[in-house]
C-alpha cells in the first residue's frame, strides 16, 4: 500500500469505534443504501401468540430480527436457538439469556447443515421480507417444518455516488441490489464482502471482490490496508 490516503465507502451507518478502528490514512465515508423497520411489538406478539415460550427450536440470521422479537416479549423465553454468528448471535445472547444457542454458524447454508443434522420437530424462523431462500429450502428437502414470522423489513434505499472509492464495504445481497441499481465501480476499486451471500451477489457486477474469513464487520476493516483502488 502506497502512503496516501485510501477513501473507502460503507454502504451502512458505522458507529465511531468503528470508523476510528477503519486506522490512519483512511477517510471512510458512511451511506446507507437499506433502511430497517421493525415491525411494531404489538404485531409480533399476534405473530408470536402460536410460538411456546419454552422448548421450541427458533432460527435468527439477523440481529434485527433479535431485537423485533425482544421488544414483543413480555417474558424471558427459554428457546433453542439456530443463529448465524456473530452480531446475531451475540444479541440473542443478550436479549434471550434464558435460552441456548443449539448452534450457530457463518453462513446460512452451514446453519441449515447443522439444524438438520440435529433434527428438530419442527423449527420457527424469524426473518426479514427480503430473507434468502437458503435455510426454508434446505430445511423443506429434509421435511423439517419451518413456520416463518416476517418481524422486520428491509427497504432498499439507493443513492448515487459520484466519487470514486478505493475499496466499498458491503454487508447484505439486498446492498448490494441497491447499490448497483444506480451505481457503478471502477474495475480497480475493491468490493469488501462480508460472507459468501454477499460475495455471489457481488460476483455480478465486479471481479474484484475480498470477503471477509468470518462475518465481521472488524474483519471485513482489516482487509482495507490491500485496496488499491483507481490510480
Given amino acids: 500500500m502506497s502512503n496516501r490516503s485510501l477513501h473507502i465507502l460503507s454502504t451502512k451507518q458505522l458507529d465511531d469505534a468503528l470508523i476510528r478502528q477503519a486506522g ?75 435460552s441456548a444457542v443449539r ?17 428438530p420437530e419442527q423449527v420457527v424462523f424469524f426473518c426479514g421480507n427480503l430473507r434468502l431462500d437458503t435455510i426454508p429450502d434446505g430445511l423443506k428437502k429434509n421435511a423439517i417444518p419451518c413456520r416463518e414470522k416476517v418481524v422486520y423489513e428491509t427497504i432498499k434505499t439507493p443513492a448515487s455516488i459520484d ?39 457481488l460476483r455480478s457486477y465486479t471481479a474484484n471482490i475480498a470477503e471477509a474469513p468470518q462475518p465481521d464487520i472488524g474483519q471485513m476493516l482489516q482487509l482495507i490496508p490491500d485496496c488499491k483502488g483507481p490510480q
Avoid: H, M
Fill in 103 to 119: 448452534a450457530s454458524a457463518p453462513t446460512g447454508a452451514q446453519l441449515v447443515a447443522q439444524i438438520i443434522e440435529q433434527a
Fill in 163 to 201: 466519487r470514486r472509492y478505493d475499496g466499498i464495504l458491503f454487508y447484505s445481497p439486498s446492498g448490494v441490489e441497491s447499490f448497483f441499481s444506480v451505481n457503478d465501480i471502477a474495475a480497480a476499486t475493491t468490493a469488501i464482502s462480508i460472507g459468501p451471500s454477499t460475495t455471489a451477489a
Fill in 24 to 98: 490512519d490514512g483512511v477517510q471512510l465515508d458512511c451511506i446507507s443504501f437499506l433502511e430497517i423497520q421493525l415491525v411494531p411489538p404489538d404485531q409480533v406478539r399476534v405473530l408470536l401468540s402460536d410460538v411456546p415460550a419454552t422448548d421450541q427450536s427458533v432460527i435468527f440470521t439477523s440481529a434485527n430480527a433479535v431485537r423485533a422479537v425482544a421488544a414483543a416479549l413480555t417474558a424471558d423465553p427459554q428457546w433453542n436457538v439456530f443463529c448465524i454468528e456473530a452480531a446475531t448471535k451475540k444479541k440473542v445472547q443478550q436479549l434471550f439469556p434464558r
